[in-house]
């Protein structure tokens, strides 16, 4: 069965530094991995994903991850964080081959915040 | 480009009282999603449309729970009659076919059962 795990339900970290969310997989196949963010009151927003290629892919402001197969994992990575990158953050697994109903997983997520 | 919309954002409703929550997805998405997000949890997957034939509706509480999408655009997600463990907010998306598309997400509807 498919599964998500992010450990921390909360990451701390000072504006300016660096800041990691984890996310750990499980899937039978090759697995599309995507994150989220949910700012109080609205829905999700893409991030970014990873499909194939490269394991390091770069997603919307500022953010991007890594895809480690090995350790079946995709960590969330910002080089400096903003105060506004104070969300909650989700990541997200699709597993293939076909007979996967393009449904995603999604992990319990992980509250970023950013203390100026 | 107009994003997901849902309607209402809120709604407070005794229990056994049925409910009903809309959804536009972005113009051109085919497929539509409806997920329920309990408090502290992430999204769950209650039904999966391609165009207008649900593809998975394998953790739709059948007996309760009905959705529809009509000429394979907005969507309905209907609960009868409502439960107290139904609170959550319900969430739709929309995504372009193709298995590795990212999902658009709606703001979601907030239903309280009293």
């Known amino acids: 069965a498919q599964s998500v795990a992010q450990p921390e339900d909360q990451v701390n970290v000072a504006e300016g530094n660096p800041l990691t969310v984890k996310c750990t997989y499980s899937?039978?196949?090759?697995?599309?991995l995507f994150w989220y963010v949910q700012y109080p009151n609205r829905g999700l927003q893409f991030l970014l994903k990873y499909i194939t290629g490269d394991n390091l892919v770069k997603g919307s402001y500022g953010f991007e991850a890594e895809f480690n197969k090995s350790q079946t994992s995709f960590h969330l990575k910002k080089p400096s964080a903003l105060v506004s990158d104070s969300a909650l953050y989700f990541c997200?697994?699709?597993?293939?081959?076909?007979?996967?109903?393009?449904?995603?997983?999604f992990g319990q997520g992980t509250t970023l915040q950013v203390k100026p | 480009e107009a994003g997901v919309v849902q309607s209402p954002r809120y709604k407070i409703i005794e229990k056994k009282q049925p409910v009903a929550f809309w959804c536009n997805p972005i113009s051109g998405h085919n497929t539509l999603y409806w997920y329920r997000q309990n408090l502290g949890q992430g999204p769950e997957l209650l039904i999966r449309y391609e165009n207008e034939e649900a593809v998975d509706d394998s953790q739709l509480p059948k007996d309760r729970f009905s959705a529809e999408r009509l000429k394979g655009v907005d969507s309905t997600l209907k609960i009868q009659p409502a439960e107290l463990g139904d609170s959550a907010v319900y969430l739709c998306?929309?995504?372009?076919?193709?298995?590795?598309?990212?999902?658009?997400f709606g703001p979601g509807t907030r239903l309280t059962v009293t």
């Open positions: 997200a697994v699709r597993a293939l081959p076909s007979g996967n109903t393009g449904k995603l997983i």
């Open positions: 899937v039978s196949g090759n697995p599309y």
């Open positions: 998306a929309s995504s372009w076919g193709e298995t590795g598309a990212e999902q658009y």
